[in-house]
């Protein structure tokens, strides 16, 4: 669905960059007089997924266009809001939906399933960011006294940058898509602006996280 230029042609540039600045990225780690030891095969694999996740981008419309069509009931029911909000009329788009009230018991179990999955995978995955983060700082901290002075800096160094990677798909990937599944089930409208921070943001992680990740790791 065609917005304004800003969302139609941003998300598309931050996907040509991540496919230029994370083989950069990978050139950097293996040629770089950088004492990276084992965390240069993990740098390797961010880079990998950050490529991956832009393929996702493309794809997974596609597929969506084909097969995730709301039904009639829910096209009408956010009919007028999408002609007030988007000058677009919603019985001719495609486009995922969720309805939360005032709908058929399988729409709404549907939907609630939807956000309920999503919900758990977020979580979990922030989750894990969180635990395997405290675990490193703990075995750091343990091991803090028998490590020399360069590798100590190392280690600090590297924390610090997956610091960095832990926040930027928090703020970049889950925040988004959780402000937009439940802020309409509290009858919210946050407006146009919410489309900028899903869309456009989703699509700038694969492009922000090797740049972050250059910074702290190279340029430190």
Known sequence: ??????????????GYLAFIVNPYFVYLIFTEKVN??????????????NIFHSLMDIFVPIVA??????NLETRKYIQN????I??????????????????TLEVLIKSYFGVVAGTFVSVASI???????????KLLKEKR??????????????????????????????APC?????????????GKWLNYTGAVALAAFPFIDPVALTKFSFLA
């Not at 990276?36 to 997924?49: P, Q, T």
């Open 178 to 190: 959780m402000l937009s599944w439940y802020t309409p089930m509290f009858n919210l409208k946050l």
């Open 65 to 70: 266009y084909i097969v995730a069509v709301p």
């Open 1 to 14: 669905m065609y917005i304004n230029w800003f969302h139609h042609f941003v998300p598309q540039i931050f």
């Open 36 to 49: 990276l030891g084992n965390y240069r095969f993990l740098f390797s694999y961010f880079a990998l997924f």
């Open 81 to 84: 809001d999408f002609i007030e």
């Open 127 to 137: 989750s894990i960011f969180m635990t395997f983060g405290i675990l490193i700082m």
């Open 145 to 174: 006294l028998t490590l020399s002075e360069k590798t100590a800096r190392l280690q600090k160094e590297l924390l610090r940058a997956l610091i960095v990677q832990t926040a930027i798909p928090i703020c970049l990937s889950f």
């Open 86 to 103: 988007y000058n677009a009329d919603s019985l001719t788009l495609n486009f995922f939906a969720l309805m939360y009230r005032e709908a």
